[in-house]
Every structure is written in structure tokens, then in C-alpha cells.
């Protein structure tokens, strides 16, 4: 919010700034040209009069367009910003058909004397010291913070300070007894300013319609394929409002990327639009995408989350060009009738989904019974312990073996430990390794229902 009030306030002050060089440049010129007669002063008295209204209109424009969003308009006021610039457009066509309508009637019907003095080029030098200062700063406010009005304002006074050269070149050749020079200088001033207004005029009909800024759509799609996970970017949208940037996009991502970890993909992309786009509104749409480096593992576990089962120890095992697909699926009550119905079921759902599948079997297990209730017999187990850890120094692969705890769970045990293998083992190596020692222990102490293993690298 502070750093919106700082915004708001620094956009305000430049803006104050250039109604008041506005006014006191538009009265100097006002004196002047009435005072010379020269048409080329007034007609910069009447543009610079349309500055001043701008000025004001500009003002008003970026003190609104800072509200935030309400009820009825979700998306801010920033609109205001260019609707005002649409009204100095308006205001500037208007003011370029009149300069050119007075300077045909003095070139081709009567002729005006001009008195050309000192005063008359002290206003215009005074004009374009004004207008370069007042352009400068409202350029850097408008780049800034993305400020149309502040920027169609600075467009203004930049076009001042060339315009103002065109009527002081006039002035010298009026001096040099060249009488319809003024009114030359009138004419060129106006199709100058005819030509920048109607650029700007179109920019701002362009704003209003919502119109795709020119390179954001490709630029914003180039940055989110780019970020890690993102397989697919579709229906781009880029619409700006005033001075706010609104992004609107889908992400396709991996089907079987975990839910958190694609919302972190997704800020990802956020955060990078906003190195591109700054101060962007940013909405997102992340959609799941199936992808050609799924297993058939994957698309298992796919299907049974998808049909709202859990499931564990999913393998795959190629036979003959098929696949053998097994897994555990837990049922949250005890009734083997209906657990049975349901695994049919998944098996019948499962080959028909993937027609590479040939046969599935499942091993069905109690998912009620979360906490068990058992006796930590570590200390009395210490024979138990020395038979684990002597079948354990037996294998060769294993360098080291700890017991971390003997649990007696109805009437059997269940021993978790800790085992080193060699560092250069792959993790199907060290599973397979682990997976062999538990079975040992088992076969050789039928006491022992359970045995986790936890396998570390030797150091």
C-alpha cells in the first residue's frame, strides 16, 4: 500500500507540475501573439491552451485511475487514463483544423502585419526551455510506472518544443521580409501536430479495444515455456488498463507432478512474467498434460488416484511384449466381500484403460487399524539383535548394520535398522540389497513379522 500511495503521489506531483507550466506558458504566448499579430505565436498559444487543458484532464485522469478495484469495476479504474488521452486527442484534431483553416484565409484572401520584437522570440525560447524541462520529467514518471496519460501528456510537450522551432524559424524569416512565412510556419506546426496526435489517437483506440500490445503475447509465452516443468503454453491473453498489465494464460504440466510441487512451477512462472512484466496482474491456469515419458507405473497410480484409491508397491514387469502390473491397495474397512468386488473391478479398469496391460494382481491389505499398539522390547532383545546384525555381516554388500529398535506387536516383532552399502550403488542396487537381507532375516527368525531397513552410502 505504501508503495502504491509513493506511486500515486509522484505521478500526481508531475503531473500538478504541468498544468502550471502549462498556464503560464500558454498566457505568455497568448500576450505575445495578440500583441505581434503573429499566427504562428497564437496558433502555439492555442496548442499550448490545449496542453493546459490536457494538463488538467491528465491530472484529474491519474488521481482516478489509482483507485482501487471495487464492485463494479473488478479490474481498477486504469481506463480512465486512456480515455483522457482519447479526449486530447479530441481536443488537439480540433484545435490543428482551426490553426490551418486561419493560416489558408491569410495566405490566399488577406494578409495580417506582424510585429515581430524581442518579446516575441523571449516567449518562444521561454516555451522551449518549459517544454523540454516538463517532457523530461514526465517521460521518466510515465516510463516509471507505465503512466499512458502521463506519457500522451509528455508527447505533448515534446511536440511543443519542435512546433516552437518551426514558429521561431518564422519569426526570422518575417524579419527577412518574407510576409506569408508565419503562416507557413502556422501550417507546418499543425499537420506536425496532426501527425503525432493521430499516433496517438490510434495507441489509445488500440488501449480501449483491448488490443494485444505489440511482441507482450510472444514474449510472455516464450518466458513461461522456458521455466522448468511447463510442457505447454496456451491461450495467451494480454490486455492493459491505464497503466496495469493483465495476464491470462494455461500451463500444461505433468500429469503426475505432485500437487505441490506444480504449484510451485506455477509461482515460478509468475515470478518470471514479472521480471518481463513488473507490476503484471497475473492469472494462471495449470492444466494436466499427459506426456510421452510416462511408465506404465505412472499411468497406474494415475488411475487408481483418479478413481480415489491408495495404493503402494505399484511394479510393472515386461513378459513376452506385456506387462504383469501389481500393486497393494488399502480398503478403510474390513469387509473382504466387498474389497474383493472393488479390486475385480480395478483390474477389469485398469487393462481396458492401458491395452498393453495383460494381467493385474492385487494384494489387498486392512487400512483401518492406523495406530497399532506395541512394546519397545529393544533392551530385553539383545540375543535377538546379535542373530540380526551376524546374518547381516554375512553379506558381502553390507559394510555396516545398527538395530535401531525391537517392537513386539501382538505377539511378534517388528525390527527397524540401519544398514551401509557402497556409495556407487545405484538405488535399484541398494533397494534389491536391503530387500534381500530382510527376506534372510525373516526366513532364519519366524518371530519376526517386520523389517524396515534404512540403507545409507558408507562414508
Not at 230 to 239: A, E, P
Not at 276 to 284: E, K, M, Q
Not at 365 to 372: L, T
Amino acid at each position: 500500500m505504501d508503495y502504491l500511495s509513493a506511486q500515486e503521489s509522484e505521478k500526481s506531483v508531475v503531473a500538478l507540475s504541468s498544468v502550471t507550466a502549462a498556464f503560464v506558458v500558454t498566457g505568455l504566448k497568448v500576450g505575445v501573439g495578440l500583441w505581434t499579430g503573429s499566427l504562428g505565436i497564437l496558433s502555439e498559444a492555442a496548442h499550448s491552451g490545449l496542453d493546459l487543458i490536457a494538463a488538467i484532464i491528465t491530472l484529474l485522469a491519474v488521481k482516478f485511475s489509482a483507485r482501487p478495484p471495487d464492485k463494479t469495476h473488478l479490474y481498477g479504474h486504469g481506463k480512465i487514463e486512456n480515455f483522457s488521452a482519447l479526449a486530447e486527442t479530441v481536443l488537439l484534431l480540433v484545435t490543428c483544423f482551426w490553426i490551418i483553416n486561419e493560416a489558408v484565409k491569410r495566405l490566399l484572401f488577406h494578409s495580417v502585419q506582424i510585429e515581430v520584437n524581442v518579446w516575441s522570440f523571449f516567449v518562444m525560447f521561454v516555451s522551449i526551455a518549459v517544454d523540454l524541462s516538463r517532457s523530461r520529467a514526465l517521460y521518466r514518471v510515465a516510463r516509471k510506472h507505465r503512466s499512458q496519460a502521463l506519457e500522451a501528456d509528455a508527447l505533448h510537450f515534446s511536440t511543443d518544443v519542435w512546433s516552437s522551432s518551426v514558429v521561431v524559424l518564422g519569426l526570422v524569416l518575417t524579419l527577412l521580409k518574407i510576409p506569408v512565412a508565419d503562416s507557413v510556419a502556422a501550417l507546418i506546426v499543425a499537420f506536425f501536430v496532426i501527425y503525432v496526435t493521430l499516433s496517438l489517437g490510434k495507441r489509445t483506440i488500440n488501449e480501449l479495444l483491448d488490443r494485444a500490445p505489440a511482441g507482450l503475447e510472444e514474449e510472455v509465452q516464450r518466458t513461461a515455456l522456458g521455466m522448468p516443468g511447463v510442457q505447454r503454453v496456451d491461450n495467451v491473453r494480454v490486455r492493459t488498463s491505464g497503466p496495469k498489465t493483465f495476464v491470462d494464460l494455461t500451463l500444461h504440466l505433468r500429469r503426475t507432478t505432485p500437487f505441490e510441487v506444480a504449484n510451485t512451477q506455477v509461482h515460478e512462472v509468475e515470478t518470471a512474467i514479472h521480471r518481463v512484466i513488473p507490476d503484471a496482474d497475473i492469472i494462471i491456469h495449470p492444466e494436466p498434460m499427459e506426456t510421452d515419458d510416462e511408465t506404465v507405473v505412472d499411468k497406474v497410480k494415475l488411475l487408481l488416484s483418479r478413481e480415489g484409491w491408495s495404493a503402494h508397491d505399484v511394479q510393472a514387469f515386461l513378459v513376452n511384449g506385456s506387462y504383469q502390473v501389481e500393486f497393494q491397495i488399502e480398503f478403510p474397512d474390513g469387509d473382504f466381500v466387498r474389497a474383493h468386488n472393488i479390486v475385480d473391478e480395478l483390474e477389469e479398469r485398469v487393462k481396458k484403460e492401458l491395452p498393453r496391460v495383460a494381467s493385474v494382481v492385487v494384494h489387498i491389505e486392512d487400512a483401518r487399524e492406523n495406530v497399532i499398539a506395541s512394546v519397545d522390547v529393544t533392551p530385553s532383545s539383545q540375543e535377538l539383535i546379535h542373530d540380526i546384525l551376524e546374518i547381516a555381516a554375512a553379506m558381502q554388500e553390507i559394510h555396516e548394520c545398527t538395530v535401531l529398535s525391537v517392537l513386539e506387536v501382538k505377539g511378534k516383532y517388528r525390527v527397524s535398522m540401519k544398514c551401509a552399502v557402497g556409495k556407487d550403488l545405484s538405488l535399484e542396487n541398494a533397494h534389491e540389497i536391503c530387500t534381500a537381507l530382510k527376506n534372510k532375516i525373516m526366513v532364519a527368525l519366524p518371530d519376526i513379522k517386520e523389517v524396515h531397513i534404512h540403507a545409507e552410502p558408507t562414508r
